[in-house]
């Protein structure tokens, strides 16, 4: 298999710009990597300038294979504990360990509450509590009744929007 015998250099600046660039691209969240014997990076990583390295911090191993964000031969993260991130109410880059990925990433109390204020729903029928952003603005959040158009409705699914309906002869009215 072509490559095999190769060796990597990666970039272990937690702020590159790589990183976000992966992210929003591809979905992932990658180290800037390239071949130990392409000498066109110069040894610094084009995206952040950066010196690219070659040992993991964890094992000391080079990688045989192109590394992601974790040390093939180990798993250690290549860029070490903290993580560069962008705050989901305010946008502000912030730090977070590894331990709060899956977590909402708020930088302050008050992003914290703004997000949920304008995130987080409770269905009008079951009374679950759900993410609007989940919902990909579909038809049933923030659905008014005939006649109490000053009142929105919100519901986790089309499902507790018809039970809702049958249950109070509801007619709704169209966004």
């Known amino acids: 298999m072509p490559g095999e015998d190769r060796t990597y250099l990666y970039c272990s600046n937690p702020l590159c710009g790589y990183r976000r660039i992966a992210r929003l691209e591809l979905g992932v969240d990658a180290v800037y990597a390239a071949p130990a014997d392409a000498k066109e990076t110069g040894g610094s990583c084009p995206y952040c300038e950066g010196p690219l390295v070659l040992a993991c911090p964890g094992c000391g191993r080079t990688a045989t294979s192109r590394p992601l964000l974790f040390c093939p031969a180990c798993g250690a993260n290549l860029v070490g504990k903290e993580r560069e991130t962008r705050c989901a109410w305010c946008g502000g880059s ?3 360990t590894s331990a709060f990925q899956g977590d909402v990433p708020c930088c302050s109390e008050r992003c914290l ?10 269905c009008d029928q079951c009374g679950m509590r759900f993410t609007a952003a989940g919902i ?22 089309i499902g507790c929007l018809e039970k809702y309906a049958a249950e109070h002869g509801a007619c709704f009215v169209a966004p």
């Open 94 to 96: 912030m730090r977070t």
């Open 113 to 122: 509450r703004n997000y949920l204020l304008r995130n987080v729903k409770t």
């Open 136 to 157: 990909n603005g579909a038809s049933f959040i923030d659905v008014a009744l005939q006649g109490q158009e000053n009142r929105k409705y919100d519901f986790c699914s």
